[in-house]
């Protein structure tokens, strides 16, 4: 099954709780509980499916920042804040492998 290369990263102090999709054709996620911040992942998702990363701050709260990169560009970014904050990232994965043309 043809994939499209992905990076999750999550910047902050602390831990917090991240969930991942990684190369899966089910969608399942990858779960990891006070993971160390600053914390990054470069994974291989199928075509088709949808790269998604979420976190969740601990009771403690404080701030941290989700970014979902696909084929080395900036897809989504976002940020949570405060005690058991959470943020998610995803975006579309098309089923085809478009590369852009030469110019």
Same mark, same amino acid.
């Given at each position: ?8 990263? &999550?910047?902050?102090?602390? @831990?917090?709780? !991240?969930?991942? /999709?990684?190369?899966?054709?089910? %969608?399942?996620? $990858? ?13 291989? &998702?199928?075509?088709?499916? @949808?790269?998604? !990363?979420?976190? /969740?701050?601990?009771?403690?709260? %404080?701030?941290? $920042? ?38």
């Amino acid at each position: 099954m043809p994939t499209a290369p992905v990076t999750y990263t &999550v910047d902050g102090q602390g @831990t917090a709780q !991240i969930t991942y /999709i990684a190369r899966s054709t089910t %969608g399942a996620g $990858t779960m990891i509980q006070e993971a160390a911040l600053p914390w990054r992942k470069s994974v291989r &998702v199928p075509l088709g499916q @949808t790269p998604t !990363i979420s976190l /969740i701050l601990p009771d403690d709260g %404080g701030q941290a $920042t989700c970014t979902l990169a696909i084929r080395g560009n900036l897809a989504q970014r976002a940020t949570a804040t405060g005690p058991h904050g959470r943020a998610t990232c995803s975006a579309n994965l098309p089923r085809h492998n478009r590369q852009p043309a030469a110019q």
